[in-house]
């Protein structure tokens, strides 16, 4: 059975530029949730998508959206990217919310 | 505001030693979660505790929730290197189970 797949792993770009990052979540899994990690912070959610509606939402500013598709992958957008932004960003699936698989992240970095 | 506090943060022993991290909280939640994450990973999904005061083992590994679902800990039995990686805890809140990651403890066992 395929794990969560996340494109891309690494990426880099300039402040103010805008990214989309992917998430294709284990087949049968229709929660996808999405956490950014740093050093300092630890893993701080994101949101989380359920049947292609938003379902929780964390403490970000509006700068990072997200979306969730019929077919349960999923994508989250950073608007106007600024250093602080530079983190791994985690997505995870689940089928019952008693655990998360979580995918190998992408690792963005903002300059 | 932490809701979940870990600790130690940081920890270094050496082969064949016991120890124990913590996970505790001020919130009860209906479910808690320990993951295991190693570097340019995804966290791994160890066990899901549900019901208080339960215990689950796996092999050298002892996970104990309270009996008031607001702690948790994870006992190591004789340590090994393939123990080494950042542990993290997570609890599920709410009527929607948001779930909510403590800042993890770095384990480091020695040869």
């Known amino acids: 059975k395929a794990g969560v797949t996340q494109t891309p792993r690494y990426l880099i770009k300039t402040r103010g530029q805008q990214v989309t990052l992917s998430c294709s979540p284990i087949s049968g899994h229709r929660s996808v949730s999405w956490y950014q990690q740093t050093p300092g912070q630890g893993l701080q959610f994101l949101f989380e998508?359920?049947?292609?509606?938003?379902?929780n939402k964390g403490n970000f500013p509006g700068r990072f959206s997200g979306r969730q598709f019929s077919n349960s992958r999923s994508e989250m957008n950073v608007s106007t990217l600024e250093l602080g932004d530079s983190a791994l960003y985690l997505c995870?699936?689940?089928?019952?919310?008693?655990?998360?698989?979580f995918g190998s992240g992408t690792r963005l970095t903002v300059v | 505001t932490q809701l979940l506090e870990q600790s130690p943060q940081f920890l270094s022993i050496q082969e064949g030693e016991n120890l124990t991290v913590y996970c505790n909280s001020s919130s009860v939640f209906s479910s808690l979660q320990w993951y295991r994450q190693e570097p340019g990973e995804g966290p791994v999904l160890l066990v899901t505790?549900?019901?208080?005061?339960e215990v689950k083992k796996l092999k050298r590994l002892t996970f104990q929730f309270g009996d008031a679902r607001k702690d948790s800990s994870l006992h190591i039995t004789a340590a090994q290197p393939g123990d080494t990686g950042l542990y993290l805890c997570?609890?599920?809140?709410?009527?929607?189970?948001?779930?909510?990651f403590g800042k993890g403890t770095r384990l480091h066992i020695l040869p």
């Open positions: 505790v549900v019901t208080g005061g």
């Open positions: 995870a699936s689940s089928f019952n919310l008693r655990g998360y698989t």
């Open positions: 998508y359920f049947s292609e509606t938003q379902r």
């Open positions: 997570a609890g599920a809140l709410g009527r929607d189970d948001k779930i909510i």
